[in-house]
């Protein structure tokens, strides 16, 4: 079946750097979905992008939809403490009601 | 703004015994959903309700059996637990919309322990 392949597995950063992770698929999607999942909580969506090279913004987080459709980035600058926990990507096909998720991204932040 | 219940947030439970996590969804989603989360492993879909008494398999639906009597109601119900049914359970709920499934929400999660 379709698998994600996020990277990387854990990140341990200082207050105030910028910070990147991808997830790329063997197979393509039509929609790519971040989530963040804060310690003892469930996944929170924080960007959802529907088309091919979509680049978009919220507050300091930038995610983009790869033009193969096989991957996504999602950044995060100026990191606060707060920014800590994991981070999934998510990949979701039309008309499907499957979604597959990534391992997820650990994140550390030291202030 | 949607708010997903889990009935427990941790849960201790015996080898053999049969264990019941309730979810409910308060904002009359079609879809729900459970997924376990294990380290490495990401979230990966038990099962899958689309409508009131209407489900399907997820990916790893073994040892686990569902029941949607009620629109805002989805429980998950492991018939006989079993050690490696110790995880974190996730329910989610979505609109259902024409291209298939909307934006999930997720509850907090069930930490389940079996000894």
């Known amino acids: 079946g379709q698998q994600l392949n996020q990277s990387p597995q854990s990140m341990f950063i200082q207050e105030g750097e910028d910070v990147s992770m991808n997830c790329t698929s063997s197979?393509?999607?039509?929609?790519w979905l971040w989530y963040k999942q804060d310690p003892g909580e469930g996944p929170v969506l924080l960007i959802a992008?529907?088309?091919?090279?979509e680049l978009t913004s919220n507050g300091r987080l930038t995610a983009q939809f790869g033009i193969t459709r096989k991957d996504s980035f999602l950044n995060i600058s100026a990191s606060i403490p707060s920014d800590v926990g994991i981070y999934f990507c998510?990949?979701?096909?039309?008309?499907?009601?499957?979604?597959?998720f990534g391992a997820g991204t650990r994140l550390f932040v030291k202030a | 703004d949607v708010k997903v219940t889990q009935s427990s947030r941790y849960l201790v439970k015996r080898t053999g015994e049969k264990v019941f996590l309730e979810c409910v969804q308060d904002?009359?989603?079609?879809?729900m959903f459970w997924y376990r989360q294990d380290p490495g492993l990401g979230l990966r879909l038990i099962y899958f309700?689309?409508?009131?008494?209407?489900?399907e398999k997820g990916d790893i639906p073994e040892g686990y059996s569902v029941s949607r009597e009620k629109k805002e109601r989805f429980s998950l119900i492991l018939e006989s637990a079993s050690t490696n049914q110790t995880s974190m359970y996730l329910c989610?709920?979505?609109?259902?919309?024409?291209?298939?499934?909307?934006?999930?929400?997720f509850g907090p999660g069930t930490r389940l322990l079996v000894l």
């Open positions: 989610a709920s979505s609109l259902r919309w024409t291209g298939g499934v909307g934006t999930q929400y």
């Open positions: 197979s393509i999607f039509n929609t």
């Open positions: 992008l529907y088309k091919a090279g």
């Open positions: 998510a990949g979701r096909n039309t008309g499907g009601f499957k979604t597959i």
């Open positions: 904002m009359d989603h079609e879809n």
């Open positions: 309700s689309y409508d009131v008494k209407m489900k």
